[in-house]
């Protein structure tokens, strides 16, 4: 993954690296964050991150200023970032999170209205053509957000979705 | 033999003659000495050796004294033994002086003339095992006498040094003693100086101004004079009133030296500094601090969130400190507590507590790592907001009825002449541009991005440009630390700020303010404006706006777009912002629409710079809205 991140001038800044204490201060520095979490996953077309690996991702060691967030702060960000659905931890531990640079509405949205457009609807289509249309937000989506999007369709009944042998298919009305 | 010491013949009390001896002869261990033919005389305590006519005694304590022995006979010696060996324990430490200092034996020799004086022999073993030393403990003159230091070693030194530590406990009570005296001393000398006082009061004119000012400077070097003390007063509050009062009196000024504020144990030393007797607890100066703020002194307590109290001055608030700070923390980037103590010279732990008042007041930021605790300003509460607004002017329009509708110079309501009309215009947006400009220099960076002549272009080329002048604008708002960058623009302008947010929005803009615009292209055709516009049918609907409606736009932009129009502007207008508005609509997103009464398509934005203007407001209130 080689593209290259516009870092915010925060990234520079060392005091973002601590949490603020002051609220005021602090919502602003977690907006800040978010932006630069969302941006970054979406810039280099992740949707998962391991707190495993928080050491080595750039994002949050700055090496230029010497500044790194540790696991409990990135713990405190994600929360924040839950509220606003912007991610979801997948196990208990808070180990492995769920990032989602569109909300699972706004991904389900995008899906829906793409099909509507490009008339995809009222015929199956499987998970791996959707994911491989090229050119599109959704192109090489994380299956199981591509599932989880798909599902909030289901229940907004403007989907269904269909098992098929070894994978899975979805209607969209 | 060194266990012998100088002594007298004299007898101690309790001491008793037994027995004398004649021609004896002292040998240190193996060693000939030169004591010889002395008379021996034991008593119940020692054996005093001296020379017959002479007035020097050795004599050697019987408690020394641990075996005694005869000698065993030499073998190629037919006569019996005439040596007595005596062992001796260790002699202590200080002793008297006597005639051998150091000697590496453990024991002597009485030598007798001729044989053993078998008698003095028995006489001298009952008195060492009745041990009479043991029960009386001898006086010992030679204790009074002053010592003569003649050891030298390490013994010597640690004796010396023992010696005068003795010498400086001494001195040191004897010392306290003095100051009892000096503390009396002192009152009389306070008593003195306030005589003096008072007299040179009365008899001004009779002392130079030198003089006066030279005797006030010793009188203050005093102390105070006439200390607040509790016996004066019947009630515990009006003496720490009393007391507040000359607290204040006394610290004002050196408080006012160290920037206002003072930690409350230095107070309290300088206050006992000053009194210099009559010391006050520190219970009691507490006390009278806590009643400082209620008798409206010019000096009050506080405590801060850690628990340190000072003493600061009333007049000084938090604000005023905060300004202050705020602007050192501009100038240095950043600051630790010890380069403000340094800076203010106040105390660290005064310098924390003031960082930490200013990060209260949301004007510092901390960053805390293995480099320490450091303070920023706060630029994440910084709010540059960028506001990048479109303007296009329109040429002179020609009358038709399309044209009509879409030449907003024919729907104003001030001028008839409609060139006039877009004159003035030009003139009071300029204007409008330079106002806003001085005024909100430092507030928000508001660029003016004019088109001398828009359709001398293609209006392909100017969205590639204006797409390059965002892409340029977000990266000196990433470099200048902007918070936000809105787009907005007016009629023409608002196509250009529409068209970006339809494009797919590869740019994060904050928001967008679209005043009078025109969201679909294709009425245009078939006015005269098209012949610099160039459009078909094809052309126009790829430039409009409301035809590449972007399904990507998020919840992001919930109430952060408005479009608006003047009450007065034509219904082909009117029209245009309501089909644009219902795309939005469309895919759910809130969005804010006005409708400005008694403006015109001009006046819409040149009263932009009246504070009260009803759109100025909404503008201002949306962007400073919370995302």
Known sequence: MTVEIKWPWQYNFPPFFTIQPNLETRKKQLEAWKTLILNYFKQTNQYILDLSDISNLELFNNSSISRSLNRDDVILILDFLTRSENAEAIDKNKNRWYIYWHSLREWAHIIYSWAQKTNRTNSVLTFYEIRSTPNEEFTELNEEILSKALQLLESQEKAEIILLQDTCGVKIF | MDRFEYSTSNLQPNESYILRSYNIKLYDGDNKTLFENGELILTSHRLIWFLPGSNNYLSL???????????KPNVFMFSKSKRLNLYLIEPPKIRPPGPVSISSFNFIKLSFKDKLDIEFVNALNNVVQQKKWETVEL????????????????????????????????SISVAFQDLNKLMLMAKDMVDLSKNISTKIKDKQGDITDDETIKFKSYLLSLGVEDPVTRDTFQSDSEYFTQLANEICRIIEKPINEVSGIMVLTDVYCRVNRARGLELLSPQD?????????????????????????????????????????????????????ENLAKILDIPVILAKERLIIVE?????????????????????????????FFFLLPMNS??????????????????????????????????LSQDVKNKFQCESNILFYQYQNPFSVSLDTIMTEMEELVEFLLEIGNARNWSSLWLGGHSAG???????????????????????????????????????????????????????????????????????????????????????????IKIGLKIKTEIISNADHFQIVEWLNDENYSLTKIIIEMIRAES
Not at chain 2, 415 to 429: A, F, G, L, T, Y
């Open chain 2, 360 to 388: 209260k007041f949301s004007k510092a930021c901390r960053d805390e790592s293995i480099e320490g605790l450091r303070f920023y300003p706060n630029k994440f509460l910084e709010d540059l907001y960028a506001f990048c």
């Open chain 2, 285 to 337: 100066f507490l006390s009278a601090c806590k009643m400082m703020e209620k008798l409206k002194l010019p000096i009050v307590l506080r405590q801060f969130d850690s628990g340190v109290k000072v003493l600061q001055l009333a007049s000084q608030s938090d604000e005023v400190i905060v300004d202050y700070i705020q602007s050192l923390l501009i100038q240095s980037t950043f600051l630790t507590a």
């Open chain 2, 139 to 170: 006086v010992q003159k030679t204790d009074v006498k002053p010592p003569i230091k003649f050891r030298t070693g390490i013994v010597g030194i640690e004796r010396s040094l023992e010696e005068k530590q003795k010498a400086t406990n001494e």
């Open chain 2, 398 to 431: 020609i009358n038709f009825e399309t044209e009509k509708q879409y030449s907003p110079s024919q729907w104003c309501s001030r001028h008839r002449r409609s060139d006039k009309v877009e004159q003035n215009h030009i003139e009071n947006v300029t204007k």
């Open chain 2, 61 to 71: 304590y019987l408690k020394y004294i641990v075996y005694i022995e005869e000698e």
């Open chain 2, 494 to 584: 608002a196509h250009l700020a529409a068209s970006i947010l339809c494009c797919n929005l590869r740019f994060s803009i904050s928001g967008f303010i679209l005043i009078s615009g025109i969201y679909d292209l294709r009425p245009l055709i078939n006015t005269s404006f098209n012949a610099a516009l160039k459009l078909n049918d094809n052309s126009a609907k790829k430039l409009s706006p409301i035809f590449k409606f972007s399904t990507v736009l998020g919840a992001p932009f919930n109430n952060k777009i408005l479009l608006v129009m003047g009450e007065f502007e034509s219904p082909a207008f009117l029209e245009q912002q309501q089909r644009f508005a219902q795309e939005f």
